[in-house]
Structures are given as C-alpha cells and as structure tokens.
C-alpha cells in the first residue's frame, strides 16, 4: 500500500517537473555505454531492414517544388548476412555431448527451445548487428531467451566473456512506454539478477522508476543464486574484430566495413530501375500535331498530342524538321549490370564471401551454388566464423546444466565434452571426398571409425555402430566380394577394437 502511495507521489511530483526522470539509459551511472556503439548498431538494423533513412530519402527539386522519393535497394545487408548464418548453421549441424545420458538431457532442452531453426535465425541477426545473447533461465523447465544487440548493454567483461550485463525490453501501453532493466551481477560470489521498470510517457526517455507490479506482478526485484560458474547468459558475435571501438566487447557487422560499397550499389540499382522509367519512348511533334482543349470547369486551355490518332494529314514542308522525330535514348542496361556485378564481387572480398559468391543478372541478386574449395575465402571465412561459435555453445550447454543441476531438472557430471560437427556439405566435393577417404583407409592412413565420421558427418557413437554394421555384413557375403572401403573380405580383421 505504502509502496503504491509513494509510486504515485513520484508521478505527480514528476509531471509538476519537481523531480526528474532519466532521460536515457546511459544516464545511468552504472551502466559503461559507449553511445556510438549502438548509434552504428541502429545504422546496421535499419541496412537489414532494407531502409537506412540518410541513403534511401531522397529529395530532389521540379518546377513544382521539392519532391522526395525511396531509393530502391539490392538489400545486400539481408542477404549477405543470411547466406553466412545459412553456410555456417543449419538442421545438418549436430552437438555431440560425450556422455549418453547428459546428451540424451540436453538434446531435449534444446529441442523444447526450438533451437536449431531459433539459432539460425538469431544466427543471421548476429551476423547483421554485431551480436546477440542467448540467456538461459528456469520456469517450470529450463527455458532459452533469445536477445538481439540492440537490447543487451555489457557491463563488465574479461578477455573471454561478458561476465555483467543488463538487458532491455521495451514495451508500449497506451500512451506510456515501459521499460524493464534485467540487471544481471556478480557480488562477491553470488550471482544476483535484479529487475527494474521505468514509465515515461516520452518515447525517447527512460523516465522514472515504478513499482514492477504495474506489467510483472510475478517478477521478483531480486534473485541470488550461489555456487555459479559462469553467467546465465552467452554472448555470440562474428569473429570479426572490432575496428570501430578498440576497447569494446561488443562485436560488429559483417559488412560494418563495406557499407561505402553497399550505398554504391543501391545508387548503382537505383539507377538502373530509374533507367527504364527516364529511359522511355519520346517524341517530338510538329505543332501541328497538338490539339487544344478547353476545361469545362476551369476555362483554361489544355494542348496535348492524342498517341491513339492512327492517320495525320500530310503537310507540305521545305524540310523535314516538322516530321514526328523519335528522340529515344538507348537504354544502358549492360552497363549497368556489370557495374552492379562488379561492386558484387568487391563487396563479397570485404564480407568475405570469395568474389563471385553473388552476381546480378537483371532480375535480382543470384547466389553461386556450386562447391566451395577449401582453399577458397568463403571456406576459410566459414571456419573462422564457427570457432567463435563453437566456444559459445560449449559455453550454452555449460550453463543449461548447472542450470539443471540448481533446479534438480536432470543430473549431471562434470566428466563430459562437447563438439560440434558443422555442416561443410557446401564446401565439399562429396565424391572426391569419399575417393580421398577409402584411399586413407586402404593405405592405413585413417581408421574407418574416422573415415565414417568424416564422410557422414556423424558423432563417434554413431560412426562405431556403422563400423559394426559393416563387419557383420561383411560375415555373411561370399570372400571375394569386396567390402564398402574396397577392402577384401578375407583381409579384413574383424576383432573388437579394430574399428576405432
């Protein structure tokens, strides 16, 4: 009672101008924010989003007046970052857990999430923000929230993670915003998540602070939880370094370093949809040719020339100069398109797609589909990319069990390992590959437990019982049928552990 008298006090005394409201949140003492930081990750959203307001309005100037129009735009900031979430995760990406039954536990965990079809897509986010987090909580079952950069601000961080953050969510409610601080700190050696809500009824202020009963009657103000080894959180960036704020943990955009390039090319498609709007058919026309009406309404005189007039009567001229004379211009469509094709190739070297990645052909942006080499910079980009990622996931799984653990949710060990096998079907000749591997094994350089993983791309669990499978078939065909790795029958050792 006396919290909501007190709520309503700061209310009033706020409206009167006696106290005063925050107006942002880096206003906040507490809070390290860089503001360019998130000045560069609102430029990168809206590029995503396929409207950046300072590229795509623009004004131009008629004997009407000044007039505005949208810039059309290729939208590369989307596709560039999709085709890199997509090359680097997807359904075919596995997370291998050493112990059966923790994997067994946490393949459900990440199923009841969504998380192979919500990684991609947050995926795809980090790649045009920056970052993302993914923040692991419990409610009535071990839940994942998904966060993009735009909503997380690091408070402390060491040379691996972000150890301190707050996240921010926004929400409108009338004529009110509300805003809701997720604080989450280490003090001493327990790890505390405070929340706060601020009200203001200015869309660009914090505002004050309010009773968090107001939108969340079940939100705690304040949890400690003892014994945690890391946050509840993981942060996820490219691994790109960031150029533009040396000190900072935050990561950046995929194409944070082409955007010269990336307006280049929408002035460069821009131009060539415009093209075929200024590039029409014109004429001029003899005097003539043009008629005279009058406006009923207005009295005012109108002169036009009626392009559905099929017979003209022939004039008697000294020369031809009051002929209708086509004034066309030729359209410059190759130009155009291999100007667009070449800003593509410079574009992909900058993101670090290999040049030809993305060509233009008229109609839209095409995306190459052939085999990626391994020596290629897509491959290598690919690679780069899925180290960062891989330690973030270890670290997701980590926290998602002493998670469990806290909660009782399933038991754990801390005797277990972590990989994750990447889907690198795109940047693979399949058949060369296998010709590679049944030579390694013919030759005694490579099992054929490894040759199974490599070729499937299958955990070590999975790849013994195809091992298995083999040899008992192989018991059964006749001696001189030659076996799946071109291997005789009667050559082969079947004995226990020959496999691995």
């Known amino acids: 009672m006396f919290g909501n008298i007190v709520a309503k006090v700061r209310g009033w005394l706020y409206k009167l101008g006696l106290i005063k409201g925050i107006k942002k949140i880096s206003d906040k ?128 961080w060491d040379n691996k993670h972000i150890t301190e953050g707050v996240f921010v969510n926004e929400i409108s409610k009338g004529d009110k915003k509300y805003t809701l601080l997720e604080w989450h700190l280490v003090e001493g050696k327990e790890y505390v998540i405070k929340n706060e809500l601020y009200e203001s009824k200015n869309q660009e202020d914090l505002g004050i602070k309010v009773s968090l009963s107001t939108l969340y009657p079940d939100l705690e103000e304040e949890v400690r939880i003892e014994n945690l080894s890391k946050p509840t959180f993981v942060y996820f960036k490219s691994n790109t370094a960031n150029n533009l704020d040396l000190s900072s943990p935050l990561g950046i955009s995929i194409y ?15 131009s060539f949809q415009r093209e075929f709007v200024l590039g029409k058919k014109r004429i001029i026309v003899p005097t003539s040719a043009i008629k005279t009406v009058i406006d009923p309404q207005t009295g005012m005189s109108h002169r036009y020339f009626d392009s559905t007039d099929e017979v003209y009567e022939a004039m008697k001229f000294d020369d031809g100069a009051q002929n209708i004379q086509d004034i066309s211009v030729e359209l410059r469509v190759e130009e155009h398109t291999a100007a667009i094709n070449a800003l593509l190739n410079y574009v992909s070297m900058q993101v670090g797609f290999s040049a030809g990645a993305f060509s233009f ?67 693979e000749d399949q058949t060369a590959e296998i010709n590679k591997q049944v030579t390694l094994v013919m030759n005694g350089l490579t099992t054929k437990k490894l040759a199974i993983m490599k070729i499937h791309g299958v955990s070590e ?32 050792n079947t004995k226990p552990g020959d496999e691995g």
């Open 256 to 270: 944070a370093n082409a955007l010269g390039t990336l307006k280049s090319l929408d002035i460069a498609f821009d």
């Open 29 to 156: 003492k507490e809070i390290p924010i860089n503001e360019e930081s998130y000045k560069h990750i609102d430029m990168w959203k809206a590029l995503y989003s396929g409207h950046y307001d300072d590229w795509h309005n623009i004004k131009y100037h008629t004997i009407e007046g000044q007039k505005s129009r949208k810039m059309a735009s290729l939208n590369m900031a989307k596709v560039i970052s999709q085709e890199m979430a997509a090359l680097i995760f997807n359904e075919k990406c596995s997370i291998n857990i050493s112990d059966d039954a923790l994997s067994e536990n946490i393949k459900n965990v990440l199923d009841e999430n969504n998380f192979i079809k919500e990684f991609q897509r947050y995926l795809e986010y980090t790649f045009a923000l920056g970052g993302m987090v993914i923040k692991v909580y419990w409610d009535e079952g071990i839940k994942l929230s998904y966060v993009t950069a735009d909503c997380f601000i690091p408070i402390a």
């Open 361 to 427: 052909d008229g109609q839209g942006v095409k995306t190459a589909t052939e085999v990626v080499s391994e020596n290629s910079k897509t491959f290598r980009t690919k690679q780069s990319h899925e180290t960062i990622i891989e330690d973030g996931i270890r670290d997701l799984v980590d926290i998602i069990i002493e998670i469990a653990a806290l909660y009782d949710e399933f038991e754990s060990t801390d005797d277990y390992e972590v990989t994750v096998t990447f889907d690198d079907s795109i940047a």
């Open 461 to 492: 669990e999975e790849a013994k019982k195809i091992v298995e499978e083999i040899q008992n078939e192989n018991k059964m065909v006749m001696p001189e049928n030659v076996d799946f790795f071109g291997m005789n029958n009667k050559q082969q």
